[in-house]
């Protein structure tokens, strides 16, 4: 009895481990000895704009990178020089985790979570004739996308599965996506070349590795502090300051007596400071007019990059620049911070960090200052 319950348990086991397997890896694969570097061209389902080209959010090119039972994704957005270095995914099969990785100037951090298989999707369907792309055969998969129909194609010769969350069996080698602003778009496979690549590009050492469990517990713990920290400042008078602007003009806080004033605190390298960008602008024009509301965002950069920043994105605040002193006389460690002053001086708005209804909220607190 004792033997047959061990040599049932045995088949089990190699049947569980050989589904966990199936389910990601595929023997029959290519034997290839190189490292494989992917280039993905992306093309949009209409044709942008001028102003769109232009773009941050413009995604170019998607580069895949396979080493054994690693894979990086990097996503190449148009002139975020930046963003494509410290930004990309990698993916270990081995341990069936993906990780995203966010590489600072002073830290190395990524999110864990584990795969998972894709739901099943039952408007996909299998077309009769494969088709080669770059010398791998692949199935064509029609797949409806936004209410259009897409071809998928998808291979099992790379030994991986790589589906971006499709139900399909393989490794895609063309996938459609979508960015919020810019619509859909068809990324295909345009070069696949072999090399040996560093093993520094798949490792994790010297990473701050969190699940997203922890770092949603540290985001709400950090929330709060926040939200404390705000109605700490409410309510004070508003610390007195004299600046001169990158423009070459001399202002002071007690010139704005009389007015609401909107205090920006940021930096060239922050990415929720880019991102709320043009909301801050479109704020702006909304009071242009008005001669009872002023503008001022304080930059920690100095007064080159602040002007840099400034004509890159047409911002239309008044800007000081070297602002670290006037950031920590306003108690901001947290960028974006946005306040408000009312008539007299006194702080009656104190956000920290991004928000989608910046407008929203601050139009409400310079509408109620000036009643």
Excluded at 33 to 39: M, N, T
Excluded at 156 to 185: A, H, I, P
Excluded at 342 to 349: C, L, S
């Amino acid at each position: 009895m004792k033997v047959f319950i061990v040599i049932s348990l045995f088949f089990y086991v190699v049947k569980f481990l050989t589904a966990q397997e199936s389910a990601w890896r595929y023997p029959n694969g290519k034997n290839v000895e190189s490292d494989i570097v992917i280039h993905y061209e992306v093309k949009y389902d209409r044709e942008l704009t001028e102003e769109e080209k232009e773009s941050t959010s413009v995604l170019n090119e998607i580069v895949i990178s396979v080493k054994g039972d690693k894979l990086v994704e990097r996503r190449v957005f148009n002139k975020s020089e930046y963003y494509n270095k410290s930004h990309y995914t990698l993916y270990d099969y081995a341990k069936e985790q993906f990780y995203y990785c966010y590489v600072k100037e002073s830290s190395k951090q990524a999110t864990n979570y584990p795969f998972k298989i894709p739901k099943k999707d039952t408007t996909l369907i299998l077309l009769e004739k494969k088709k080669e792309l770059k010398g791998y055969s692949c199935d064509r998969i029609k797949a409806s996308f936004k209410g259009l129909d897409r071809e998928l194609l998808v291979t099992k010769e790379m030994g991986l599965r790589f589906c971006r969350g499709w139900d399909v069996d393989g490794f895609l080698l063309q996938f459609t996506g979508s960015n919020t602003k810019l619509g859909g778009y068809i990324a295909t496979a345009t070069n696949i070349s072999y090399e040996d690549l560093p093993d520094e590009l798949f490792s994790l050492e010297g990473f701050d590795v969190k699940t997203y469990a922890q770092i949603k517990q540290e985001r709400k713990e950090r929330e709060e502090k926040q939200r404390l920290k705000s109605l700490e400042e409410i309510g004070k008078k508003g610390a007195s300051f004299k600046a001169l602007t990158i423009d070459g003009e001399k202002i002071s806080k007690s010139q704005f007596n009389g007015k609401a004033l909107v205090l920006n605190f940021g930096f060239a390298k922050c990415p929720a400071c880019v991102k709320e960008m043009p909301k801050l602008n479109t704020l702006y024009q909304k009071y242009e007019k008005s001669k009872d509301v002023e503008f001022i965002s304080i930059s920690l950069d100095p007064t080159y990059k602040a002007a840099k920043f400034t004509d890159k994105y047409d911002f239309k605040f008044k800007m000081i620049a070297d602002g670290r002193w006037l950031a920590e006389k306003y108690h901001v460690t947290t960028y974006p911070t946005n306040i408000v002053l009312d008539k007299k001086g006194v702080v009656k708005f104190y956000e920290i960090g991004y928000k989608k209804d910046i407008v929203e909220r601050i139009s409400f607190e310079i509408d109620r200052s000036l009643k």
